[in-house]
């Protein structure tokens, strides 16, 4: 059976899709400060599209057509290597505008990024930059989308001269369960 493009373009929404979402937690998980396996389970509850919500819509704060396996891998890499990300944005970002400085939501793109970027098998650059890049039009007005590029472009080629990724296989953060009215 061949794909047709409208798989195709189903497939790449529930990328992008996932890839939102994962924004979104990670802001939570920054802001809130709740662990990431507690928020990453809120979501797949109650805002990313299942049979349990199965019509849901961004005006709603729900993501409709996401990937709940991607963003579970893409919050869960983002969070398990935010040391190593951090690091390398640190030697990227100026010194007038240390990652602490920067907008949330923008820390939270980036780190997004960096987490696709340094698994083990990532996405190509080009692809994460570009999925990224449209994402931050969406959350982020001014300049900040235009640095974020150079941020980006910079940090896929530190990744890639830097020592070789991690492996994907990433621990559970809070071994924990949630509780129910979660």
């Known amino acids: ?21 994962a924004v979104q937690a990670l802001f939570q998980i920054e802001i809130g ?10 979501f797949n509850r109650h805002r990313l599209a299942t049979s349990a919500v199965p019509e849901c819509s961004y005006a709603e704060g729900q993501v ?11 919050v869960r890499g983002a969070v398990a290597r ?9 030697e990227i970002l100026p010194p007038s505008w240390p990652l602490a400085r920067l907008d949330p939501v923008l ?4 780190h997004a ?9 990532p996405t190509p650059a080009r692809v994460i930059i570009n999925e990224y890049m449209d994402i931050a039009h969406g959350f982020l007005a001014g300049d900040e ?3 974020l590029n150079g941020v980006l ?3 896929s080629r530190r990744v890639n001269e830097s020592e070789t990724p991690v492996a994907e296989v990433v621990p559970v953060l809070d071994g924990s369960p949630d509780s129910p009215e979660s």
Do not use: C, W, Y
């Not at 059976?1 to 979402?21: E, H, N, P, W």
């Not at 409709?64 to 893409?74: K, N, Q």
């Not at 820390?107 to 980036?110: D, E, L």
């Open 1 to 21: 059976m061949t794909q047709t493009d409208g798989d195709r373009q189903s497939k790449v929404r529930s990328r992008t899709a996932s890839r939102v979402a």
């Open 107 to 110: 820390r939270a793109i980036m």
């Open 82 to 90: 935010q040391g190593r990300i951090d690091g390398l944005l640190h």
């Open 145 to 147: 989308p235009r640095m």
């Open 64 to 74: 409709p057509d996401a990937d709940g396996r991607l963003f579970g891998i893409v």
């Open 33 to 42: 400060g709740e662990s990431p396996e507690h928020v990453i389970n809120q």
């Open 113 to 121: 990024a960096g987490g696709e970027m340094t698994a083990a098998e």
């Open 153 to 155: 472009d910079a940090l």
